[in-house]
């Protein structure tokens, strides 16, 4: 057994409005290090929910993968991406492309499929010059601080997601769904509670029934869990709402939530959802070289805008299917 093992663990810095950061030395072997540590690091996310290691020196995508992969097992294959990715390996991918000028508000990973990752791993490779924080905030607080009434709704009745696939908005069918094969898709959609519709046009428009509220695998914990708020129109910039509205209509939309029982959500409730998250928001600026791990169950994540080179890699682990999700019944396609 080397030393090194037997010496304890770093402390994390606990700071109000910032997440857990763990300090350490630049080491000359991310990767080894990375391993070593690894019981050490997943106590902390088990503990905290997420936690922000700064000092390992992340460069390169292929350095950035093997530590992820020494700290999570097998990565996942992305599917039902909502906006393209570079891949950069397997389960590696880049940051979803959306505008530098635009914050991508609080949500949890995939958290409208079936089967959503664990846990995130995010590394920075390049920080940009100003902004591009990746804030987190902690899902049981956040449902804590919802109005009964509302977050009561939304767990008794689940949210429904609606999407319109085209080649010009968001991800494309195969970016989405692995392949633009029709047989395919449709078996995908089946195998995974989305009911869906070819349009005359040849577009694909699904929705799906999900749970908002789900109990933490390990902890039992009720946490707030979805994308109602961030998938909503009324999150859009107000210019490019206008713009999607008056080409596609209101029914193409390229996403869009609903309560579970197909009512619009008004952008007053948008508007309460993203305040709540924001009052509970915890950010640090990325510095080159920095990983941040994340309880994709616990701790919803966001990405502030920017401006420079931005380049944070990131990749999905541990699939489970959460207490609390609801599945679309069968419907009708054509």
């Known amino acids: 057994m080397s030393s090194s093992s037997l010496a304890p663990p770093p402390e994390v810095e606990l700071r109000p409005g910032k997440p857990p950061i763990l300090h350490v030395e630049t080491p000359g072997d991310a990767v080894g290090w990375a391993a070593e540590h690894r019981d050490a690091l997943r106590a902390q996310v088990a503990e905290h929910g997420v936690v922000l290691v700064r000092g390992l020196g992340l460069r390169q995508a292929d350095q950035a993968g093997a530590v992820f992969a020494g700290l999570a097992g097998g990565l996942m294959t992305e599917r039902e991406a909502f906006a393209p990715r570079q891949p950069h390996g397997p389960g590696l991918y880049s940051s979803s492309a959306w505008p530098a000028n635009q914050p991508m508000c609080m949500h949890h990973e995939l958290s409208y499929a079936l089967e959503v990752p664990g846990l995130m791993l995010f590394a920075c490779l390049s920080a940009p010059s100003e902004g591009g924080a990746t804030g987190v905030a902690d899902a049981e607080h956040v449902l804590k601080a919802l109005p009964a009434e509302l ?137 080159a070289g920095d990983m941040m791990l994340v309880d994709n169950i616990r701790t919803a994540h966001s990405r502030e805008a920017f401006t420079g080179e931005r380049q944070v890699l990131v990749a999905m682990a541990e699939p489970q299917r959460p207490a609390g999700f609801c599945a679309t019944p069968e419907a009708s396609r054509r």
């Open 151 to 287: 977050s009561d709704r939304f767990e008794r009745e689940g949210w429904l997601l609606t999407r319109s696939y085209n080649d010009e908005i968001g991800a494309s069918l195969a970016e989405s769904f692995g392949t633009d094969d029709r047989a395919a898709v449709e078996r995908y959609c089946r195998d995974h509670a989305i009911d869906f519709a070819w349009q005359p046009d040849g577009s694909l428009r699904t929705r799906q029934l999900r749970g908002a509220v789900v109990r933490h695998p390990l902890t039992g914990r009720r946490c707030w869990f979805n994308q109602i708020a961030f998938l909503n129109e009324w999150t859009m910039d107000p210019e490019v709402r206008e713009y999607l509205v008056d080409v596609y209509g209101e029914d193409g939309l390229p996403f869009n939530t609903r309560f579970g029982d197909g009512t619009p959500i008004g952008e007053d409730i948008v508007q309460l959802l993203n305040s709540t998250y924001e009052a509970h928001t915890r950010r640090e600026p990325w510095q």
